[in-house]
């Protein structure tokens, strides 16, 4: 695979470096964390084809962005559902690491139907409650972008290997960053 690969992946890095650390300054830590590890599986991609190490990184990409991509997408439906911070962010944290952990370990197959799942649910909850934002219909439209990217684009027999994996990986990066600016808060301007 050609170096080019890496630049589709340096944009989900660049997207989730932004939002995550808005996010995390504005409270939202749970939503940084999911931004973190998209960013992670991201980076070790630009790793892989920027450094010439398709062959020697190809499990490492390959497991990162099916088990961070899992615990991210988690973290955002969860972020969806349930509204808050703090302790509460910190035990849905360790549940979603649980159950990504688990389904990575021993059933790998649950991967695909448990990411699919939670942008299910991001969808349904940021549309029942929405996010305190001035933007707050950007995270269902990040919700469909990413669930069509991952069922239509993704490997996608009607398009070429290259097109696929840059038009997947930058629908990526606009949904993340649909899903980041959607869930900030309104800033609060005082008089």
């Given at each position: 695979?050609?170096?080019?690969?890496?630049?589709?992946?340096?944009?989900?890095?660049?997207?989730?470096?932004?939002?995550?650390?808005?996010?995390?300054?504005?409270?939202?830590?749970l939503?940084?964390?999911?931004?973190?590890?998209?960013?992670?599986?991201?980076?070790?991609?630009?790793?892989?084809?920027?450094?010439?190490?398709?062959?020697?990184?190809?499990?490492?990409?390959?497991?990162?962005?099916?088990?961070?991509?899992?615990?991210?997408?988690?973290?955002?439906?969860s972020?969806?559902?349930f509204?808050?911070?703090?302790?509460?962010?910190?035990?849905?944290?360790?549940?979603?690491?649980?159950?990504?952990?688990?389904?990575?370990?021993?059933?790998?197959?649950?991967?695909?139907?448990?990411?699919?799942?939670?942008?299910?649910?991001?969808?349904?909850?940021?549309?029942?409650?929405?996010?305190?934002?001035?933007?707050?219909?950007?995270?269902?439209?990040?919700?469909?972008?990413?669930?069509?990217?991952?069922?239509?684009i993704?490997?996608?027999?009607?398009?070429?290997?290259?097109?696929?994996?840059?038009?997947?990986?930058?629908?990526?990066?606009?949904?993340?960053?649909?899903?980041?600016?959607?869930?900030?808060?309104?800033?609060?301007?005082?008089?």
């Amino acid at each position: 695979m050609p170096a080019h690969y890496a630049l589709s992946d340096a944009c989900i890095v660049l997207v989730t470096i932004f939002a995550g650390n808005a996010l995390r300054r504005s409270g939202q830590d749970l939503l940084a964390v999911a931004m973190a590890c998209f960013g992670i599986a991201a980076a070790i991609g630009v790793v892989r084809f920027a450094g010439g190490l398709q062959d020697a990184l190809a499990n490492l990409h390959a497991g990162a962005s099916q088990l961070l991509g899992l615990v991210g997408m988690l973290a955002v439906a969860s972020a969806c559902v349930f509204r808050g911070g703090g302790r509460g962010d910190l035990w849905r944290l360790a549940v979603i690491l649980c159950i990504s952990g688990a389904a990575y370990l021993v059933a790998g197959a649950l991967i695909g139907p448990l990411f699919l799942m939670a942008l299910v649910v991001a969808a349904i909850a940021s549309i029942v409650r929405p996010a305190p934002s001035r933007q707050p219909w950007l995270v269902p439209i990040g919700a469909v972008i990413m669930l069509a990217n991952a069922v239509l684009i993704r490997r996608a027999a009607w398009l070429d290997e290259a097109v696929s994996w840059h038009i997947y990986h930058v629908l990526i990066a606009i949904a993340l960053a649909a899903f980041a600016k959607g869930m900030l808060a309104t800033e609060r301007t005082v008089r």
